[in-house]
């Protein structure tokens, strides 16, 4: 399985800023990893243009339903036409600020499928949460949103809410500890087998090869360092 790095871009960056950072991007050789960038909606086919190194492309969200009378929604079928791979479901920022349920979550990843993409189905607990000892039982239960969809394709991320643009990593045992509990999960429910388990949280050039070297992290969801090409390529080659 090839590891899988992403740039989870959030709502950053306009075409200027999309242009110099590929200016900068284009002097790196190509590496060993599967790299996916998420950026928002209108920069889908921009972005694209610059793709030119194998790299892939990824929504930040898609709708549960595939067209209609839904304003502000984005259909992953569009998502496919804008040369998208992947898509992301169920970020921590969709759930926490846009208080999107669990309950819709499985309908979202089953449309994003038929409609030919990748999810990238985010989990992750609150820190009074994981304070209360109940990191697992959370997980789980969001996990519970794939029941039916054993024999698809997708790829997990665990980011732990409270890690998310505050600086604050999980240890590379915490982060691993969930990552295990994860694929037990998917193992014992017969999912395939090929589903990868991305960390995301804080991800540094710096704290990058330590995680990306713990049992079962398979990748990396990088938020506000992805944002720079040479911080974001050296977290990519850090291993
Ligand atoms: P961060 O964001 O790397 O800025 O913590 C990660 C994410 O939200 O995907």
Redesign the pocket.
């Known amino acids: 399985m090839k590891r899988l790095v992403?740039a989870?871009w959030?709502m950053y960056k306009v075409k200027s800023d999309v242009k110099s950072f590929f200016e900068r991007w284009e002097r790196y050789e190509m590496i060993d990893k599967e790299i996916v960038f998420f950026p928002q909606f209108p920069l889908l086919e921009f972005v694209k243009s610059f793709l030119t190194k194998g790299e892939k492309l990824g929504g930040q969200n898609c709708s549960d339903k595939k067209e209609g009378a839904f304003t502000g929604e984005v259909s992953p079928y569009l998502l496919k036409d804008c040369g998208c791979d992947y898509v992301?479901i169920g970020?921590?920022?969709r759930r926490h600020i846009f208080l999107e349920k669990n309950e819709i979550m499985g309908g979202k990843i089953l449309n994003a499928i038929n409609a030919g993409l990748k999810p990238l189905y985010?989990v992750g607990e609150k820190l009074e949460e994981r304070e209360a000892g109940k990191t697992i039982e959370v997980i789980f239960n969001q996990l519970d949103a794939l029941k039916g969809l054993e024999n698809v394709e997708f790829d997990i991320?665990y980011?732990p809410v409270w890690?998310?643009?505050?600086?604050k990593v999980a240890k590379k045992e915490d982060a691993s500890f969930v990552h295990t509990k994860i694929k037990e999960f998917l193992s014992k429910n017969d999912f395939k087998k090929e589903i990868r388990v991305l960390y995301?949280?804080?991800?540094?050039k710096e704290n990058a090869r330590e995680l990306l070297s713990a049992d079962n992290i398979d990748g990396l969801?990088?938020?506000?360092?992805?944002l720079d090409p040479e911080e974001f390529y050296r977290i990519a080659t850090s291993i």
Not at 200 to 204: R, Y
Not at 221 to 226: D, P, Q, R, T, W
């Open positions: 992403c989870n959030k992301l970020h921590s920022e985010c991320a980011e890690a998310i643009g505050t600086g995301g949280g804080s991800v540094k969801l990088v938020g506000g360092a992805s």
